[in-house]
Structure formats: structure tokens, C-alpha cells
T-cell receptor
Framework: DTEVTQTPKHLVMGMTNKKSLKCEQH?????MYWYKQKAKKPPELMFV???????INESVPSRFSPECPNSSLLNLHLHALQPEDSALYLC?????????????????FGPGTRLTVL | DAKTTQPNSMESNEEEPVHLPCNHSTISGTDYIHWYRQLPSQGPEYVIHGLTSNVNNRMASLAIAEDRKSSTLILHRATLRDAAVYYCILRGGSGNTPLVFGKGTRLSVIA
């Protein structure tokens, strides 16, 4: 099973709402990622988790709050978003082998959650 | 991060080979060359990667220049399903090093 699943597929929320995006993988990967992609632009990294610990936060505003409750799950909690946060949110995972075993690990992406903030 | 340069767009006829170029003149000795593609309304998907030698898999071939300053992704017979944005990405470090996407090449395939 080489699948990364993301729910929901689409989400519409108001600026005062609180919602969460969910990502799941069962490939035994220990690195998980959130990317944001605006229309006609490449994906941009938001967060990286390695062994359930946050290792990279690309200066993302605090209205985005990631959580990695276990090695298979990654959540992105959303609160007080702005209309400009409307985008496709992509989750990805990879093996996270150590430097000694580095073989150019590939990343597997989910289909994304299309978020619209009104 | 070392940068890559790709043409903004390319066009191909169906069932013909496609050569997608990528320049990466500042590549370091430990950087792998990765190619991903993103079909319309989908997340990116892995295509192929290599370090120094040419690589083949069921999807494509990767030809790497001897000095590693450029590479070419080769789709042997383009189909309509290959219409996508193709990203050439350099990746070093370890298994949790994220991908840094450039603008990519938008490939159109004409029936």
C-alpha cells in the first residue's frame, strides 16, 4: 500500500471557524510533511515532522497548527484563517532513513484538501 | 538549496518521445536529482531519481550529464495521460529533507 489519504477532499470555512485537515499513511514512513499550493504555483513547504516531532516550521502563521499524534497520522488544525489562505493543502510522507542509509528517499503525496476560506 | 532551471512549457505529439531538460549548474556532490510530476487536480507523484548514472524505470528514463550540471527526463512515448507539470528537484541531506519545488515544465500532449 503506497497511498497517502487526506480528508476532507474539499473544505469551505468562514474566518471564525475552527477545522482540521487529516492525513494518514500506512507505509511505515517516519517523515511527514504539509505543503500549501496556490493556483498555478508550485507546492510550498509548511511543516516537516520526523519521528512524530516537528523538525521544520517554515515560518507559518500560528493560525495553522500541525499535530502528529502517531507515526501514521498528521493533522493540520485551522483557526481564524484569512481568505488568502485558500489553497490546496498537500500532505506527503517519506521513509526518513538516516544519513548512513540515505538513498534519495522518495516522497509520496496525498491528493490534497482544497480549502476555501470565505 | 541548489536551484534548477526548466522551460516553462513544452508540447509533444501523442506517442512520440519527449525530452524534458533541467539545468542545475550549482548541484553539489551529494544532491540527488529527483523528478516529480503533478497531473491536473492531483498531488505530485514521484517519477524517477538518480545520482550519477542514467536510470530507467517503468515510467521514464533519466539521463544525467557527466558533469551533473544538467539532466533530461525522457518519456519514451507520450500519452494524453502524461500531460502534467514536471518538476526537477535537487535533494540532498537525509530522509526527512523536504522537496523544494521550482516552477516546473508544463507538458501538453496533443492527440
Amino acid at each position: 500500500d503506497t497511498e497517502v489519504t487526506q480528508t476532507p477532499k474539499h473544505l469551505v470555512m468562514g474566518m471564525t471557524n475552527k477545522k482540521s485537515l487529516k492525513c494518514e499513511q500506512h507505509m511505515g514512513h517516519r517523515a511527514m510533511y504539509w505543503y500549501k499550493q496556490k493556483a498555478k504555483k508550485p507546492p510550498e513547504l509548511m511543516f516537516v515532522y520526523s519521528y512524530e516531532k516537528l523538525s521544520i516550521n517554515e515560518s507559518v502563521p500560528s493560525r495553522f497548527s500541525p499535530e502528529c499524534p502517531n507515526s501514521s497520522l498528521l493533522n493540520l488544525h485551522l483557526h481564524a484563517l484569512q481568505p488568502e489562505d485558500s489553497a490546496l493543502y498537500l500532505c506527503a510522507s517519506s521513509q526518513d532513513s538516516g544519513l548512513r542509509e540515505w538513498r534519495g528517499d522518495t516522497q509520496y503525496f496525498g491528493p490534497g484538501t482544497r480549502l476555501t476560506v470565505l | 538549496d541548489a536551484k534548477t532551471t526548466q522551460p516553462n512549457s513544452m508540447e509533444s505529439n501523442e506517442e512520440e518521445p519527449v525530452h524534458l531538460p533541467c539545468n542545475h549548474s550549482t548541484i553539489s556532490g551529494t544532491d540527488y536529482i529527483h523528478w516529480y510530476r503533478q497531473l491536473p487536480s492531483q498531488g505530485p507523484e514521484y517519477v524517477i531519481h538518480g545520482l550519477t548514472s542514467n536510470v530507467n524505470n517503468r515510467m521514464a528514463s533519466l539521463a544525467i550529464a557527466e558533469d551533473r550540471k544538467s539532466s533530461t527526463l525522457i518519456l519514451h512515448r507520450a500519452t494524453l495521460r502524461d500531460a502534467a507539470v514536471y518538476y526537477c528537484i535537487l535533494r540532498g541531506g537525509s530522509g526527512n529533507t523536504p522537496l523544494v519545488f521550482g516552477k516546473g515544465t508544463r507538458l501538453s500532449v496533443i492527440a
